[in-house]
C-alpha cells in the first residue's frame, strides 16, 4: 500500500490502548477495509499506531515523536478522514487544522 496516494486514510479520536496488536486494533475499526490505513493514538500524543490490510496481510506500525506531538485531529463521531497532504502532515509532527484552514483559504 502506498500511503502517498491513499485517497482512505483515517485516524481515530480519543485514546486507544497502543499495546493492542492487529486483532485488538481490528475490533476498535469493526470491520477493516482492504487499502485502508487505519490511525490510533496514546494519550500523551506522541506515539502513533496504524493499521493496514492488504490482500498479502495486515501491517501495524508505529511512529514516534521524540520532542514533539502529533496534532490530533478529533471528531465526536470516532474516526476523520484524512487526506494525503493531511497524512503527510500529521505524520511529521506538522498542525493538521493549520493545513485545513490554508486549503480552506486557498479554496482547494
Known amino acids: 500500500m502506498e500511503v502517498s496516494t491513499s485517497d482512505r486514510c483515517y485516524v481515530y479520536g480519543g485514546v486507544v490502548d497502543l499495546r493492542k496488536g492487529a486483532p485488538g486494533l481490528s475490533a476498535v475499526v469493526g470491520k477493516p477495509e482492504e487499502e485502508t490505513l487505519y490511525l ?14 492488504d490482500k498479502y496481510g495486515t501491517w501495524v506500525g508505529t511512529r514516534r515523536l521524540h520532542h514533539n506531538r502529533f496534532d490530533w485531529p478529533e471528531d465526536p463521531r470516532g474516526r476523520q478522514k484524512l487526506t494525503a497532504k493531511e497524512l503527510a502532515c500529521l505524520l511529521i509532527g506538522g498542525d493538521v487544522k493549520k493545513l485545513r484552514l490554508k486549503q480552506l483559504l486557498a479554496g482547494q
Open 40 to 53: 490510533f493514538s496514546n494519550r500523551r500524543r506522541n506515539l502513533l499506531k496504524f493499521l493496514s490490510i
